[in-house]
């Protein structure tokens, strides 16, 4: 895409002034820690914007002044406000005020900044204050200023404080000033940023200037500047320089200015603040309101050269172009040049529905009129007359095998192999002739969605049906998608639908979808399922819907294709154009309970205790998100102790009626408009009974009574749980010792080679020592018995070798079984899951060398709490068991990874897989035999009931002769 695109032409813009609640023009601009967007007014105080509504303070709440000129935060998260009446601290509840009364340097205050040691600068029209947390410390032109009248300041990354000043730029090293005037467009210097290379950006009334070292660059007009007073700089989070300027915004690319105006959606071209948020978006603050600029949404329309807005077909060919198919012809984009073909250059119609690329970089193009190839310069229009089975080509598919399969409205499918057409309708066993939409899954089928007839799937040899009395909700299937585990997805006009293990599930309205009525169904590579309906698109991560419609920045709501092109970006052909979609870097957003509403109003953090009379409890809660427009943010919330699952509202306060007495949790989860989920946080809530009647001191003494039987029945089942678990430690003993037997005669080999090598190396040191001795005792000349020494000592020294590592080898193997033993350490303490796994693959290696290939894919994973000799025996038996499913050559992988509060280690192997009905019962114990013995198989059984006891999870995934996965969970901390 050309630069004008990325930058600013061609993003989603949102106005916020009096009619969305803003107090008044905007004079300054900064994101807190928490979320909230700050805003200084000229004259209307400060409000903040927490993406729903604006809260604006002022004098009368406590604010100094109501011209609010900078913002800044400290390092506790206080909010520090320069105003014309001097300057004020936000706590979160209050405001503190500072004056000349209280020390600081008289006049408004216009800028405030914190140096690298947390002390807070402030300038004002009187001159600079420092202040640390206790005193004022005033600098004035006296001291060495250039002037007394502040309008910025910045702290750079040496330790240096530059001070703006209307007449000259001024540096504190802490000890003295250091003031430039020579080399700057013009002595007033409205505003300062410090980037991390090193440079100084100097915006005055006069230019943008950039001090690197002693050397002023200068920019103007002739360098796109869109005006000579400029207002405002900001550093976006690609390092790209913003300018805000009385002439509009400009973005600073290649040495030149993108220019930025009301004509692109800004509200009003003198920009007096910026400021990019967490989530990417760019803020402008003007004289006439507050604009939000967002990049994840790009159109392209017809004033952008694009042949008609109505798109039905979208693709990007292997030279990286990307062809548009609309209702008023055919669109190519590469880089900045949009080139179009209408029936003019030789389409067959200029309706075009269709598009495919085959191997020979051929473009097919499906259209009212019939279909036509492509080759760069010639369109060859193939009709009925030529053996295509209908006149209208709807869809288009190339097979793996090169085929191309085309869709029609009006005769069923034409299959091509490139000489010839073969035709399949309903006559054969399609569901209906009218085509929509065509997928080959990656078992090789073939899938028609047919308006009418349902759903037909072709095997190569014959044709299967589905349609409403299979689960279908509707016989009119509109498009297809295979996700990334192989389900099939479904768009039709009664809902959306998955097809797994020949099932239907359907998705409608009450589960989130805008509408019932679902045009489309696409899966990115990320795996999120994209449904369009005539209310936009909706995006289906596997828990929630979450829609997006022009109030986004979709170019229109009818969605009619999708495609995803090479770098990522997904593409949405509309009724209004077309929509480039980039998902922005994940931003989760902050979500907060504001307040338990019951007897009376709790805004404190719990646990609180709420009498049962209350009768109603409501839970208040909000989410900081600037990307998702007002209203259309999802929260996922349950109350645990009364709601089995987590449920899904649009709503901000929750009410519950009729709580009994008892302990509940209230948790909340905010998703945005890109699917980024917040932590949950959650609020403890106890309901007390407010009298002690008769009634109740009744069912109190029943309970007493209840509880002593109890105790005693508690009792005897307690004896009976320390035999049982005397049993099981028993079994898991046992089961070792079968595991250890198992391995012995591997063992045997294993330790008679590096044996049988030390055996030999001694003989042979023996054999040497011997001659040794008997040169010693002969009476020969030195050099002769020097001579013999050294033809000693060579084979003795070759051998001393082959005995160390020998050793090494029994060491090894020793240490191994020490390992899995564990029998030197406590049951339960901190061990490194990885030493048990290489415990264990050493003891497997005479299984596994020359047949099996190990790879290790090892996370960063800390020490857990277990009992080590117990989780040995786990990897055992799901190593042993891997390794005896490949019966020739294959291979396992062990990967481990973590989360907050687990680690994960998944065993994959290449074997032979397990049968559906065997996995169901896979840790049952069985009775089984080996050649003459039979014995009982406990292995997974007990691997199943040690995971468990560690609080984790063992979970078996598996498809005969696909392989098996064998994921365990376990918590970090003690369970």
Known sequence: MSADLQLGRRGTWRTYDGTNGLPGPVIALLQDRKGYLWLGTWGSGASRYDGAGFRTFTQGEGLAGDQVWALAEDAAGRLWLGTDQGLSCWDGRAFTNYSAQTGLIPGTVHALCFDQEGQLWIGAQGGLSSFDGHTFTNHTAAQGLADNRINTLAADGGGRLWIGTEGGLGCFDGRVFTNYTVGLPHPEVNCLLADPGGRLWIGTEGGLSCLEGRTFTNYSAAQGLPH?????????????????????????????????????????????????????????????????????????????????????????????????????????????????????????????????????????????????????????????????????????????????????????????????????????????????????????????????????????????????????????????????????????????????????????????????????????????????????????????????????????????????????????????????????????????IQAVVADRRYAEAGPLSIPASAGLIAFEFHSINFKTRPGAMLYRYRLQGRDAQWRTTHARRLEYQGLESGRYAFQVTAVDRDLNYSMPVSVEVEVVPDLRDARIDALEARVRERTRELEEKNAALEGALLQLRQTQHQLIVQEKMATLGALVAGLVHEFNSPLAAIRSSADVARRGLEKMRRAAEQQVSPEALRAQFARVLEPVTQDNQVITQAAERLGRIVESLKSFAQLDRAEYQRADVHEGLESAFTLLEHQLKGRIRLVRQYGQLPRIHCAPGELNQVFMNVLRNAAQAIEEEGVISVKTYRDEERVYIEITDTGRGIPHERLQRIFDPVISRKEERVGLGMGLSLSYSIVAQHQGQLHVESEPGRGTVVTITLPIGAP
């Open 228 to 592: 000579e007073v400029v207002r405002a700089l900001c550093r976006d989070q690609e390092g790209r320089l913003w300018v805000g300027t009385r002439g509009g915004a400009g973005c600073l690319a290649g040495g030149r200015f993108v220019r930025v105006s009301t004509e692109e959606g800004l509200v009003n071209d003198q920009v007096t603040a910026l400021c990019q948020d967490s989530g990417g978006d760019l803020w402008f603050g003007t004289f006439a309101g507050l604009s939000q600029y967002s990049r994840s949404f790009t159109s392209l329309r017809v004033e952008d050269g694009l042949v008609h807005p109505d798109l039905r077909a979208i693709l990007q060919d292997r030279q990286g172009r990307l062809w548009f198919g609309t209702l008023g012809g055919l669109s190519c984009c590469q880089g900045e040049e949009m080139v179009n073909y209408t029936p003019a250059q030789g389409l067959p119609h200029q309706r075009i529905f269709a598009l495919a690329e085959d191997g020979e970089g051929r473009l097919w193009i499906g259209a009212e009129g019939g279909l036509s190839c492509f080759d760069g310069h010639t369109f060859t229009d193939y009709t009925p007359a030529d053996g295509l089975a209908g006149g209208r080509v709807y869809c288009l598919l190339r097979a793996r095998d090169g085929r191309l399969w085309i869709g029609t409205t009006d005769g069923g499918v034409s299959c091509c192999d490139g000489r010839t057409f073969t035709n399949y309708t309903k006559a054969q066993g399609l569901g209906a002739d009218d085509i929509n939409a065509m997928l080959q899954d990656r078992q090789g089928r073939l899938w028609f969605a047919t308006d009418g007839g349902g759903l037909s799937c072709f095997d190569g040899r014959s044709f299967t049906t589905y349609t409403v009395a299979d689960g279908l909700p509707s016989d009119q299937v509109m498009g297809l998608a295979e996700d990334i585990t192989g389900r099939l997805w479904l768009a039709t006009l009664g809902g959306a639908c998955c097809l797994e293990d020949g099932r239907f599930t359907c998705y409608t309205a009450e589960q989130g979808l805008p509408s019932d009525q679902v045009l489309r169904v696409f899966c990115d590579r990320l795996g999120y399922l994209w449904f369009s309906t005539w209310s936009g698109v909706s995006c289906y991560d596997g828990e929630v819907f979450q829609t997006l419609d022009r109030r986004d920045g979709l170019a229109g709501n009818t969605v009619m294709a999708f495609a995803e092109d090479q770098e990522g970006r997904l593409w949405i052909g509309t009724s209004g154009g077309v929509t480039c979609y980039r998902r922005p870097p994940p931003s989760p957003p902050p979500v907060y």
